[in-house]
């Protein structure tokens, strides 16, 4: 990593920590800080799900290139 990018991601990570400062010293704050703890709790459930669905999908695609390649050998037979 280049000082260019190092100095962003510090700045960055600088930000990200006044503004957990400040969000964490009001009511309102320490809300947002518990709601994104608590959706980062569900993400890999979240995660889960989703990487089913694809692998479902990734199945039935399979499934379609298969029954193509079978498709196509039997009419290459034919000819």
């Given at each position: 990593?280049?000082?260019?990018n190092l100095s962003l991601a510090m700045l960055?990570?600088?930000g990200l920590g006044v503004?957990?400062?400040l969000a964490a010293g009001t009511d309102r704050g320490?809300?947002?800080?518990?709601?994104?703890?608590?959706?980062?709790?569900e993400a890999p459930d979240r995660i889960q799900g989703w990487n089913e669905a694809a692998q479902?999908?990734?199945e039935n695609i399979q499934s379609a290139i298969n029954d193509l390649a079978d498709a196509l050998?039997?009419?290459?037979?034919?000819e």
């Amino acid at each position: 990593m280049n000082n260019k990018n190092l100095s962003l991601a510090m700045l960055g990570l600088g930000g990200l920590g006044v503004l957990g400062v400040l969000a964490a010293g009001t009511d309102r704050g320490r809300g947002i800080i518990r709601s994104l703890i608590d959706a980062f709790s569900e993400a890999p459930d979240r995660i889960q799900g989703w990487n089913e669905a694809a692998q479902n999908e990734l199945e039935n695609i399979q499934s379609a290139i298969n029954d193509l390649a079978d498709a196509l050998g039997s009419a290459h037979v034919i000819e």
